[in-house]
Every structure is written in C-alpha cells, then in structure tokens.
C-alpha cells in the first residue's frame, strides 16, 4: 500500500542523512590524524565508519580489499575497493554490473572457505552408527522472518527427531532461552544447542541443515551434505539460488526426510546433497587459482 510506502520513505531520509554525516565526520577525523597505509582489508561496507575508512583508504593510494563474509543477496553489499574477493563465481555477474569497472573481482577460492576446508577433517565414519549427523544452523526470528515463520522451518527439522542426531548451532543474534522455547513448542526438546566453534560443528556432522544460511558454501567445500529446510521456499533467494546452482537439496515437508535418510543407511548421499570436487572448483569455491590473492 501507498501509505506504508510512504512511512518508510518518512523514516529513511533522516537515516540516510545521519549516515551521510557520520560517514563526512570519520573521513574528517581519519585525513586529520591517520597515516596513510599500504593496504586496508575490510569484510563490511555498509556502516558509515567502514565507507569512511575505504574512502580515506583510497584517497591516500592504498589497496582496499574487500573479502566478502556472506552472499550478495541477505546484504546486498557494493564496494568502493579495489580488489573484491567473492565466496564463489555465483555472484560474480551480479557484482560486475554494479560495482566500478577498475574494481578486480576475485572468485577462484575464497580465503575463508579454503581456511575452514584445510582445518575441517572428512566426514566422521560410518562404522558403528545407525543414524546420521545434522547441524543445523539456525537464522534469528527479526524482520520479515517471523517467530511464526521459523517455527514452520523448525517443524520441518523436528521430523527428524529420533531418525538423525541434531545439533543446533544458534546465530549470534539469537538468545539461546527463546531458541529453547521455540524447540518447545515444535516438539524437539531433545535437539541440543551447540557451543562449539564452527570447524568443530563441522567435523561432527555428516551434513548441515539451514533456511539458507551461508554456511552451506563452507559445508559443501568441506564435503558435507546440505539440506535446505524451507517451509516456503519461494520466500529465500540466497538457498533458492544456491540450489538453481546445484547445491543442496530442499526439504519443504518433514515427512521429505525419509527418501533422504534411507539413502544414508544404504549409501553416501548423492548430488545435490554432496557437491562434487570438479563442481566446486567449477563455481569457484575452491580452486587452485587461490593463491592469486596472495599478493594481497
């Protein structure tokens, strides 16, 4: 509707203009008192100090490299850097059309998923288990992803309750005592929350679950499965696009588990679910192109 349209453009201006002004204000401060650097590496420009600290950056000479910590479509981040370091070659077109032609585009091996694929050991043997390991990384309830919605995607991970152990890692935004409640409600009391780091969720688990986080790119590196656990799935660009690219598997359904769990039983998951070594290296999430960045 018009009205509502026309409440969030009220709000924006006077936002847009503090960030202008605060952006103005670190530039100001940094030209008076900081050296001149070489080279800034930086992994977020959206904040008015991160764009003062690039802008400064290049007004001096120096390298600005942007090594992106996410997909373009949950931030849709552009960059004034020089070099932009990309997770894989999937955002590649979409940053080409967007950012200035000088900027060198960078998508042969992300530093970050070569990193976590050296320090992440194979996936944990078989022998002895009767079911499966899942983490699931979870995304925080704000915005337009309701209490209600997450509920719905969580219900779709409770089918696997007594079918697959589940570890739930939390985002950083969420309280651990709401996510307890929630698995409550949706019937998953014995599901535990993960206080590991993330090499270490990683190594435990034979695949990751997620509504779409990012971090299927960093399972799929480290030859772990992916499930997309959607309850509406047309509603998630990010693990929608990664599935047109061939990378994960949707569960919309709890009762989608059990095609996917009998094939464990009998046999390693296939494609999609595990993406393939020469598929990897295809869309640049790994590849011996990598050290290219090393001049950096």
């Given at each position: 509707?018009?009205?509502?349209?026309?409440?969030?453009?009220?709000?924006?201006?006077?936002?847009?203009?503090?960030?202008?002004?605060?952006?103005e204000?670190?530039?100001?401060?940094?030209?008076?008192?900081e050296?001149?650097?070489?080279?800034?590496h930086?992994?977020?420009?959206?904040?008015?100090?991160?764009?003062?600290?690039?802008?400064?950056?290049?007004?001096?000479?120096?390298?600005?490299?942007?090594?992106?910590?996410?997909q373009?479509?949950?931030?849709?981040?552009?960059?004034?850097a020089?070099?932009?370091?990309?997770?894989?070659?999937?955002?590649e077109?979409?940053?080409?059309?967007?950012?200035?032609?000088?900027?060198?585009?960078?998508?042969n091996?992300?530093p970050?998923?070569?990193?976590?694929?050296q320090?992440?050991?194979?996936?944990?043997?078989?022998?002895?288990?009767?079911?499966?390991r899942?983490?699931?990384?979870?995304?925080?309830?704000?915005?337009?992803?309701?209490?209600?919605?997450?509920?719905?995607d969580?219900?779709?991970?409770?089918?696997?309750?007594?079918?697959?152990?589940?570890?739930?890692?939390?985002?950083?935004?969420?309280?651990?005592?709401?996510?307890?409640?929630?698995?409550?409600?949706?019937?998953?009391?014995d599901?535990?929350?993960?206080?590991?780091?993330?090499?270490?969720?990683?190594?435990?688990?034979?695949?990751?679950?997620?509504?779409?986080?990012?971090?299927?790119?960093?399972?799929?590196?480290c030859?772990?499965?992916?499930?997309?656990?959607?309850?509406?799935?047309e509603?998630?660009?990010?693990?929608?696009?990664?599935?047109?690219?061939g990378?994960?598997?949707?569960?919309?359904?709890?009762?989608?588990?059990?095609?996917?769990?009998?094939?464990?039983?009998?046999?390693?998951?296939?494609?999609?679910?595990?993406?393939?070594?020469?598929?990897?290296?295809?869309?640049?999430?790994i590849?011996a192109?990598?050290?290219?960045?090393?001049?950096?």
């Amino acid at each position: 509707p018009l009205g509502r349209v026309e409440r969030r453009l009220t709000r924006f201006h006077p936002r847009l203009l503090e960030q202008i002004f605060t952006m103005e204000l670190g530039l100001a401060r940094l030209r008076r008192e900081e050296r001149p650097l070489s080279s800034v590496h930086v992994t977020y420009e959206l904040a008015p100090d991160s764009k003062a600290l690039v802008l400064w950056a290049r007004e001096t000479g120096a390298k600005v490299i942007h090594v992106m910590h996410g997909q373009r479509l949950p931030t849709y981040q552009l960059t004034m850097a020089t070099d932009l370091v990309l997770l894989s070659k999937i955002d590649e077109a979409w940053f080409r059309l967007r950012v200035d032609p000088s900027v060198r585009i960078h998508a042969n091996g992300h530093p970050r998923l070569e990193k976590i694929r050296q320090a992440t050991s194979a996936p944990p043997a078989r022998v002895g288990r009767i079911l499966p390991r899942i983490a699931f990384f979870s995304q925080p309830a704000e915005g337009e992803y309701t209490s209600e919605r997450r509920d719905a995607d969580w219900r779709i991970l409770a089918g696997l309750a007594g079918k697959a152990e589940v570890r739930i890692r939390l985002h950083p935004r969420e309280s651990k005592e709401q996510a307890l409640l929630a698995l409550e409600r949706i019937g998953a009391n014995d599901f535990k929350t993960s206080d590991a780091g993330l090499e270490d969720d990683l190594c435990w688990c034979d695949a990751i679950a997620s509504s779409w986080s990012t971090v299927g790119l960093e399972a799929a590196a480290c030859g772990r499965g992916i499930f997309w656990t959607c309850a509406t799935p047309e509603l998630y660009e990010a693990s929608q696009e990664l599935r047109e690219y061939g990378i994960g598997a949707l569960v919309s359904d709890p009762a989608k588990w059990q095609s996917h769990l009998d094939q464990w039983a009998t046999g390693p998951w296939g494609v999609p679910i595990l993406v393939p070594e020469e598929r990897l290296v295809e869309l640049g999430l790994i590849g011996a192109k990598s050290q290219e960045l090393r001049p950096f």
